[in-house]
């Protein structure tokens, strides 16, 4: 498990490049699915907000609780990003 501090650092990387694709994809397409694009980023930074958020907040005290729960944290980034270029990967694929 890496440190509290390596977590948050990872979600802040891979959350801002996602935004930093959107925003690219933006620019290159101006004109084609602003709103989804727009969607995809509000929905980066909820992802981010929300796993910082638990990052920071652990439920239980134990050991192995604790350890758990942030490698459910670790797991949510990854499948959330995913999930997040994904949807970006079909916008580019609607490009007229």
């Known amino acids: 498990m890496p440190s ?4 948050k ?3 802040d990387y891979l959350i801002f490049e996602v935004i930093s694709d959107c925003f690219t994809f933006g620019t290159i397409h101006p004109e084609d699915h602003a709103e ?3 969607g995809i980023i509000a929905d980066a930074v909820s992802l981010r907000n929300d796993l910082i958020r638990r990052a920071n907040n652990p439920e239980k005290n134990d050991l192995k ?3 758990t729960h942030f490698q459910l944290v670790e797991k949510d980034l990854f499948v959330g990003t995913d999930k997040l270029c994904t949807r970006l990967s ?3 694929g609607k490009v007229k």
């Open 4 to 7: 509290i501090r390596k977590l």
């Open 90 to 92: 079909d916008l580019h």
């Open 65 to 67: 609780s604790v350890r």
């Open 9 to 11: 650092k990872s979600i």
């Open 36 to 38: 989804e694009v727009s």
